[in-house]
C-alpha cells in the first residue's frame, strides 16, 4: 500500500520525507523524464510518450525514475496526480494482455545497477486501500522480460502487462483478472547500498466497474499506434 506517510504535498510537486535510512526525493506528477526526447524510444517500446509520467528526482543524486500507465498499444491514459484511469477487459495482443500497461524508466546518472537496487512491485489486488504485490528485481535481468541485461546499466525501461503469465511462472504472483474492476497501485523504487530509498515512484491505476466505462472511454486521448 501506499505510504502516505512519507508525502509532504506542494501544490503539484510533492517533496518526499526523508526516514532514517532514507535520502531525499521530489516526486513531480503529470511530468517528463529530463534527458529523455519526446518518447522513450530506444530505452522501452516504440512510441511511448515522454509525458504524464510520475518522476521523483533524487534530491542529491544524479537519480531520476519515472513511472506512468498506458492505454496498451496507443496512448497516454487520463489521470489526475499519479492516478491514472483504464478501461476494463482485454486486448487481443499478441500476446492478449489487460487494456493497460505499466512504463517504467530508470537513469541512475553516473550509477549503476552496480550502485543500486531497483525494483517494481505490481498490486495484483482489485481492492481499493489493499495491495498483494509481486516483486520484479531488476538486478536480477533474467526475471524481467525486456527488462536490462547487464549489471553495468544505468539507464533502462520497462513495459510490462498484468496479464502476462511471467508473474505467474516466475514470481509467483496470483491470478489477474482484467475484468475486475479496482485499484492497482505500482511502485518504482530505487535503494543505495545500505537500503535507503533513493527515488520511489508510486502510481495507483483505476478500473471502473462496467457503468462507468462510457465515461472513461470518451476521456481517453487517442495517439499513434505503438507497438510493444
Do not use: H
Not at 545497477?113 to 528485481?137: C, E, H, K
Amino acid at each position: 500500500m501506499i505510504d502516505t506517510k512519507k508525502m509532504c504535498a506542494a501544490g503539484a510537486v510533492v517533496a518526499m520525507c526523508a526516514g532514517a535510512a532514507s535520502a531525499s526525493f521530489t516526486v513531480t506528477p503529470q511530468s517528463a523524464m529530463s534527458g529523455f526526447g519526446t518518447n522513450f524510444n530506444g530505452t522501452v517500446g516504440t512510441g511511448i510518450a515522454n509525458s504524464n509520467v510520475n518522476v521523483a528526482s533524487s534530491d542529491t543524486l544524479d537519480v531520476e525514475i519515472g513511472l506512468k500507465a498506458d492505454l496498451r498499444f496507443t496512448a497516454n491514459l487520463p489521470s489526475v496526480g499519479n492516478r491514472y484511469d483504464a478501461p476494463l477487459g482485454t486486448t487481443a495482443g499478441p500476446p492478449m494482455g489487460a487494456t493497460w500497461n505499466y512504463v517504467a524508466v530508470v537513469d541512475l546518472g553516473s550509477g549503476t545497477l552496480n550502485d543500486y537496487q531497483v525494483n517494481l512491485r505490481l498490486d495484483f489486488d482489485p481492492a481499493a486501500g489493499a495491495s498483494n504485490f509481486a516483486t520484479i528485481d531488476y538486478n536480477l535481468a533474467a526475471v524481467a522480460a525486456g527488462g536490462p541485461t547487464a549489471l553495468n546499466t544505468g539507464v533502462f525501461g520497462d513495459s510490462q502487462n498484468p496479464l502476462f503469465s511471467f508473474w505467474q511462472t516466475l514470481l509467483g504472483a496470483p491470478a489477474f483478472d482484467p475484468n475486475a474492476p479496482g485499484e492497482y497501485e505500482v511502485e518504482l523504487e530505487v535503494l543505495d547500498g545500505a537500503g535507503g530509498t533513493v527515488a520511489l515512484s508510486q502510481i495507483v491505476v483505476r478500473v471502473p466497474a462496467p457503468g462507468s466505462a462510457a465515461l472513461l472511454a470518451g476521456g481517453l486521448v487517442v495517439a499513434g499506434r505503438r507497438r510493444r
